[in-house]
């Protein structure tokens, strides 16, 4: 009895190290098939290149293992699971949608993946994706960047039709410096500003190790990784009644 107890206590202790590695972000991989831990807002992308939120537009959807049609069924629709979100859609009118978390963090890394799909991408104001990382303990920018164009440095363009559209790409943040603060991480996806084109994104595998590809290997969850715990306290606590 006294061994079991001790296989149990490791494997509660192991869990429990392991456990920060996943537990920063709430669904952090859209493994839940919703938005659960995530905040949706939006409105409209207008001419100048500006915002006016007024509240999610209703165009963002978590989406199962696919190709996109946009990109002649060429780009996969998960990167890594059974899940991703798509943050706003194909079509135009100046909509932008957004998906925003806040965390206490604690480890030395953010990582994610990200691919878009922009109609017509590099005219005035086109449709965009955009992902910011900020601190609001000391209300600094750690992470802002924007992809609209062509050939623009940090990621690989192919095109379908009218459409251009990226591969997925893996993104590393380092965030060693800011152990314990709160960051908020926003990704924000729209159609252009003339409101003649489209655009979106798929987000997936938000978490502070590398996401893995394939369906084969997704990506753990928070929730699941947490209820491990709990569930050993309750089988030692049932061996020992018996006892």
């Given at each position: 009895m006294k061994k079991l107890y001790l296989v149990l206590l490791v494997c509660?202790?192991?869990f429990g190290l392991s456990t920060p590695a996943f537990a920063q972000f709430i669904n952090g991989g859209f493994e839940d098939g919703n938005f659960t831990g995530w905040t949706q807002n939006g409105g409209r992308y207008n001419w100048g290149g500006t915002y006016s939120y007024s509240g999610d537009p209703g165009r963002s959807a978590i989406v199962g293992?696919?190709?996109d049609p946009y990109t002649g069924g060429n780009l996969s629709t998960v990167y890594s699971g059974n899940y991703s979100a798509r943050i706003n859609n194909y079509d135009n009118r100046y909509h932008?949608?957004?998906i925003t978390q806040d965390t206490v963090w604690n480890d030395s890394n953010?990582?994610?993946a990200w691919a878009a799909v922009i109609q017509d991408p590099g005219?005035?104001?086109?449709?965009?994706?955009?992902?910011?990382?900020?601190n609001l303990t000391d209300s600094t920018s750690l992470y802002d960047f924007q992809i609209d164009y062509y050939n623009q440095s940090g990621a690989t363009w192919h095109t379908y039709n009218d459409w251009g559209y990226t591969d997925w790409n893996v993104v590393q943040l380092d965030t060693s410096a800011h152990l314990g603060d709160t960051l908020r991480l926003s990704i924000l996806a729209s159609d252009c500003g003339a409101g003649g084109h489209g655009g979106?994104?798929?987000?997936?595998g938000f978490g502070a190790v590398a996401p893995p590809q394939g369906d084969d290997n997704p990506v753990p969850e928070?929730?699941?990784?947490?209820?491990?715990?709990?569930?050993?306290l309750g089988l030692v606590g049932l061996k020992r009644r018996k006892a």
């Open positions: 509660i202790l192991s293992a696919g190709t932008f949608s957004t953010i990582y994610f005219h005035i104001y086109p449709g965009h994706m955009r992902v910011t990382l900020n979106y994104a798929y987000l997936d928070p929730m699941t990784m947490l209820l491990f715990g709990p569930a050993l």
